[in-house]
C-alpha cells in the first residue's frame, strides 16, 4: 500500500471513501474540494495536504480519485485549458472516476488523461453514504481491463461487489439505468402511498401489505417510511434523481426508444428542482403527492 491516494471532490461520498480507505492503511496525501472548507477540515483529520487545486492532488499523489457532481465539474477537473486541472500532473497517474456523468463524459476523460501519459477508469456506485464510509459500495468499472486489474485492490478496499462491465463509457450506461429504473420505483411508491392516505388507508399497514406483494421493492425499504413520516434527509438528491433521469432519457433518445414512465419521472424531480427543493432526498417526491404537503 505504498501508492500515494489523492481525492479530487470531497463531499458526503468522497470523504467517506477517504475515511474508509485510511482505515483500511492506505496513504491518503492530498484532498482537495471546490468548496475549500469542505477539504480544510478533511486534510485535518486525515494528517494530509488540502490541495489548493486539482493539479496540487495529482502532484502529490499516484492515484487520484475523482468524486465530482455532474458534467461541469468533470470538465473542470479535466480541462485542457485550466493550467490548475488534473491533466497538468497526469503523467503516469492513474485516475478513478466516481461520478454518475454521461457515458461520453467518461470516454471525454479517458482520452484525455491517455493523451497527457496516464491511464483512466471509472467506476460507477451503486451505493450510498453509509456504504461509502463502511467499504461496501456496488461498484461498476469501465476502461480497458489492464487499468482496472490494476485498480482492483483498491477498489476491493471499497467494495462489496465489484464488476468489469467494459470499455470506457459502457458503465456509464449501466449506472444511468440503475438509476433510472430507481428513481421510477421511488416515484411510483410515492404515488401508491400517497393515494393510500388521501383514502383513509393505515399508511404503515399498507407499506406492511406492499413488503409482502407484488409492491415490494428496495426504495419501499429505504423510502417508505420517510415519505409516510416525511424525513427526506438527503442521501441521494432529488436534483441528482433528476440529474440521472435526463441522461437515461438522452441515451433512450440516442437509441431510439421512448420512454414514458421514465420521462413522467424526470418531470416529477424536476418540479421539486424547480420548486426549491432539489437538495431534498430522492424520497421528497413524495411531497407532491400526499394531500396537502405542497402549498
Known sequence: MTSRIGFVGVGRMGANMARRLKDKGYNITAVQDHYAPASESLAKELSCEAASS???AAELSDIVLTVV?????????????????????????LFINFATVSPEAHIKAETLVEKNGGSNLEALMASSITQAREGTLYLMCGGKKPVFEKAHTLLEALSSKLLYIGPAGD?????????????????????????GDALGLDVTMLREVFSQTGAASRVLETDGEDMQTRDHECYFSAAHAAKDSGIALNLAQSAGLQLPLAQATFDQYQRLVETGKGELDKSGVAELIFKGRMK
Open 54 to 56: 486539482p493539479a496540487r
Open 171 to 195: 458503465a456509464a450506461k449501466m449506472k444511468a439505468l440503475v438509476n433510472m429504473v430507481m428513481n421510477c420505483n421511488t416515484a411510483a411508491l410515492a404515488e401508491g402511498l400517497g393515494l
Open 69 to 93: 457532481t455532474d458534467e461541469a465539474a468533470m470538465d473542470d477537473i479535466f480541462s485542457e485549458t485550466n493550467p490548475s486541472s488534473l491533466l497538468a500532473h497526469a503523467k503516469s497517474r
